[in-house]
């Protein structure tokens, strides 16, 4: 039985996403969607609501389940027994991101990352894209599975509601 494992922060799950993870799952017998802890980012959702988010957009495609990680993605790779990462290109940034951490996970691990061309109708949408439109009140729910936009809007208005309010005099000398 051939396990692939599509690894991400998924901070949010997006269209593009779910898109990969839909054609990853007509590659392989299974697929394992790894929802990573990321040290590198600051992520707008927790992780239980990540888990929860991506557990939905996928609920409906054969063959995938949905486990959170944490650490190298090589010692994932050998837990689960997979034969192959599969990671979504949208463009030429994505593969210059991309093929550096595909040789290191084959480096410590032995397995190879199989790239899926990111579908054209989809290739503008990004975690980080979609919650700088929500910052800014914009519409993203064309751009994320059902329930997502209210889960970053939400975190959003969290954010807002928890920032510390400061007085600062003219110029912000602070008097």
Do not use: Y
Request: charge should be negative.
């Amino acid at each position: 039985m051939s396990l692939a494992v599509c690894p991400g922060s998924f901070d949010p799950v997006t269209l593009g996403h779910v898109d990969v993870v839909r054609r990853a799952a007509g590659m392989f017998d299974e697929v394992v969607v790894a929802v990573a802890h990321n040290s590198a980012k600051s992520p707008l959702l927790t992780a239980d609501v990540r888990m929860r988010l991506v557990r939905d957009a996928v609920a409906g495609i054969p063959g995938v389940r949905v486990v959170a990680t944490d650490g190298l993605l090589a010692d994932f790779l050998r837990q689960v027994g997979a034969v192959a990462v599969v990671k979504g290109l949208r463009g030429a940034a994505d593969v210059d991101a991309e093929v550096a951490m595909a040789l290191m996970n084959r480096h410590l691990s032995g397995v190879e990352t199989v790239f899926v061309a990111g579908d054209s109708a989809l290739a503008h949408i990004a975690s980080s894209l979609v919650k700088d439109v929500a910052r800014h009140g914009g519409p993203i729910d064309d751009l994320v599975p059902a329930g997502v936009g209210d889960a970053v809007r939400a975190a959003l208005r969290a954010r807002v509601d928890a920032a510390p309010v400061t007085e600062a005099g003219p110029e912000g000398s602070g008097r």
